[in-house]
T-cell receptor, first 113, second 115 residues
């Protein structure tokens, strides 16, 4: 078990460009979560999956954001037409199921210039 | 609906003295509660969790927390601080059962440990 992995670890992009992040959860974990964390704040919930089904999306997740988890394994988070306000750390977490603790990946730091 | 309030944004203690990080929560249902620690440039690590079993929960590195339903609190304590405890600490509330899924984090408490 290698834990939750995220790629890339850092991404610098120009405003208006599209970016995609990948998260590989701990195998056998049914739940996968995406959060966003800005400096000095706690992580903010974005969305979560139960297997391949996306069950809840935060209002923070505008139409420019989309997440998928095909086949219930890895997940991708895409941001279209990035804005400077999208600059943040994007965290992925997974858990065995809803009663269990979440294990976090190292995050992807996005900088929009 | 659920929310978390970490009552202190910064806590400073001397090495060897007790640590108290305060957390109050609000939830429309019986919640699960967690404490996570985040060291600089490191990922979030689970310290301990409460999921309706014993109200006094023991975690890693000598930390423990007590769930007090009447006070809607879940304060984190440690009898003796170590320099390596210096980090950011987050209290988290999460629903269970049909309300499970979304977790709400507090704004964090920065713990400084002085030699």
């Amino acid at each position: 078990d290698t834990g939750v992995s995220q790629n890339p670890r850092h991404k610098i992009t120009k405003r208006g460009q599209n970016v995609t992040f990948r998260c590989d959860p701990i195998s056998e974990h049914n739940r996968l979560y995406w959060y966003r964390q800005t400096l000095g704040q706690g992580p903010e919930f974005l969305t979560y999956f139960q297997n391949e089904a996306q069950l809840e999306k935060s209002r923070l997740l505008s139409d420019r954001f989309s997440a998928e988890r095909p086949k219930g394994s890895f997940s991708t988070l895409e941001i279209q037409r990035t804005e400077q306000g999208d600059s943040a750390m994007y965290l992925c977490a997974s858990s065995l199921d809803d009663y269990y603790e979440q294990y976090f990946g190292p995050g992807t730091r996005l900088t929009v210039t | 609906a659920q929310s978390v309030t970490q009552l202190d944004s910064h806590v400073s203690v001397s090495e060897g003295t007790p640590v108290l990080l305060r957390c109050n929560y609000s939830s429309s249902y019986s919640p699960s509660l967690f404490w996570y620690v985040q060291h600089p440039n490191k990922g979030l690590q689970l310290l301990l969790k409460y999921t309706s079993a014993a109200t006094l929960v023991k975690g890693i590195n000598g930390f423990e927390a007590e769930f007090k339903k009447s006070e809607t609190s879940f304060h984190l304590t440690k009898p003796s601080a170590h320099m390596s405890d210096a980090a950011e600490y987050f209290c988290v509330v999460s629903g269970r059962g049909t309300n499970a899924g979304k977790s709400t984090f507090g704004d964090g408490t920065t713990l400084t440990v002085k030699p």
